[in-house]
């Protein structure tokens, strides 16, 4: 009868589980699999064993390099723009202020619009040649200033990665909230009956105890910047110049444009054992500092 209960919650779970090994965990191996092969694509078209020499094409190829020197500015992106933002906007809605719906839908928005119609309406935006930020500028007497903020090798994966703070700060303040709310009131009141200040209250009570909540934006913060894609492909093509690649625009390049799927399925790997690797050490990291 103690078994019951266990039964039951595997029988609702395995479904899921199925689904999940199907979609996500058979095609993982399947790509690392595929790394050892030379292969174009094609099905009629045996697999050829190359054995490691997919990874060294690889990793002799120096748009490699510069695409994992851009995940780190995506990566430093996260918590310089979003991590700050994203916690202010869950201050905002979980507080006693007006409007609080409002700022929920407003902040929330661009998370909820599909990537390839935000990607188009920063291009617009940031067009070197008619673009509105640029006139916008003009405007205001800052003609100096204009840039064509996607067409320049020095400044376009910035320009993408304050986009892309732009899109997923609603996200993150969900997640914030979230911990937020799970803080109980009475520390607060306590706190506040021995003299503490809105800026203390934050720093002595509300940032501890949010410790659980930055853990798993971080991870997500790491996991989410390398596999970061549709953005880059709709605003910059990873141009110009390879200026704003990053591996899963090499991945689909080598894939789809070159045809070179051993190489392709490679890097696919990599970034799933670099996801894993980062999970575990944040979380091991994270968890070991917490407990001090």
């Known amino acids: 009868m103690k078994r019951r209960p266990y039964t039951i919650a595997a029988v609702f779970l395995l479904p899921a589980f199925l689904l999940y090994t199907l ?166 009141e306590a706190a506040a009956l021995d003299g503490a200040t809105g800026f203390k209250k934050l720093r002595y009570i509300t940032v501890p105890l949010m410790q659980e909540t930055i853990k798993i934006f971080s991870i997500l913060a790491v996991t989410q910047s390398l596999r970061v894609f549709g953005q880059i492909f709709v605003m910059t093509n990873g141009g110009p110049n390879g200026a704003t690649d990053v591996p899963t625009t090499l991945l689909y390049y080598e894939s789809f444009k070159y045809n070179n799927f051993g190489v392709g399925n490679s890097i696919g790997t990599f970034i799933i054992i670099a996801a894993l690797l980062s999970t575990v050490i944040l979380n091991r990291l994270m968890s070991t500092r917490n407990a001090r």
Do not use: H
């Open 23 to 188: 979609v996500y965990v058979v095609p993982m191996f399947q790509t690392a699999y595929l790394s050892f092969f030379s292969w174009n694509g094609i099905k009629s078209v045996p697999l050829e064993f190359v054995g490691w020499a997919n990874y060294d094409e690889m990793f002799n190829k120096p748009e490699f390099y510069r695409s994992l020197k851009n995940i780190g500015v995506f990566i430093m992106g996260s918590f310089v723009l979003i991590l700050p933002i994203a916690f202010s906007f869950a201050l905002i809605i979980t507080s006693k202020l007006k409007g609080t719906r409002f700022f929920k839908v407003a902040f929330f928005m661009p998370s909820i619009l599909p990537l390839t119609a935000v990607g188009l309406m920063w291009q617009f935006l940031l067009k070197g040649d008619g673009g509105l930020v640029n006139a916008v500028m003009s405007a205001l007497g800052m003609s100096s200033w204009t840039r064509d903020w996607l067409g320049e090798p020095a400044i376009a994966i910035y320009v993408v990665v304050i986009v892309n703070a732009w899109i997923y700060c609603g996200l993150n303040m969900i997640i914030f909230a979230s911990g937020l709310v799970a803080i109980p009131e009475d520390l607060y």
